[in-house]
Nanobody, 124 residues
Framework: QVQLVESGGGLVQAGGSLRLSCAAS????????VGWFRQAPGKEREWVAG??????GYGDSVRGRFTISRDNAKNTVYLQMNSLKPDDTAVYYC???????????????????WGQGTQVTVSS
């Protein structure tokens, strides 16, 4: 069983930055694709960014501001968030799926494992 734990959320002013971490245990981390999702109150869960062994991808609302990366030696995926906006306020979730291809997985239902989330609040 793969377990994921997010950290790094908090309160930040608009224009500021945060770096989220997703620490994984179980399985072989390098064999999994990883995605970041977010969910604000009253809204559906939204795909933010994803990474496979060879590719990264971003949702339209965060492209150019957020960067996803992975350190397989540390079993950790990061989400660097810059130029934060109040609309970025949400609970951010890390998700993973065993996947050996190069496509970016963007659908909630595709992922097998989920963390508990970390709150990001951006004030104006």
């Amino acid at each position: 069983q793969v377990q994921l734990v997010e950290s790094g959320g908090g309160l930040v002013q608009a224009g500021g930055s945060l770096r989220l971490s997703c620490a994984a245990s179980g399985g072989t981390f390098s064999e999994y694709a990883v995605g970041w999702f977010r969910q604000a109150p009253g809204k559906e869960r939204e795909w933010v960014a994803g990474i496979s062994s060879s590719t990264t991808g971003y949702g339209d609302s965060v492209r150019g501001r957020f960067t996803i990366s992975r350190d397989n030696a540390k079993n950790t995926v990061y989400l660097q968030m810059n130029s934060l906006k109040p609309d970025d306020t949400a609970v951010y979730y890390c998700a993973s799926k065993k996947y050996s291809g190069s496509l970016i997985l963007i659908n909630v239902g595709t992922y097998e494992y989920w963390g508990q989330g970390t709150q990001v609040t951006v004030s104006s």
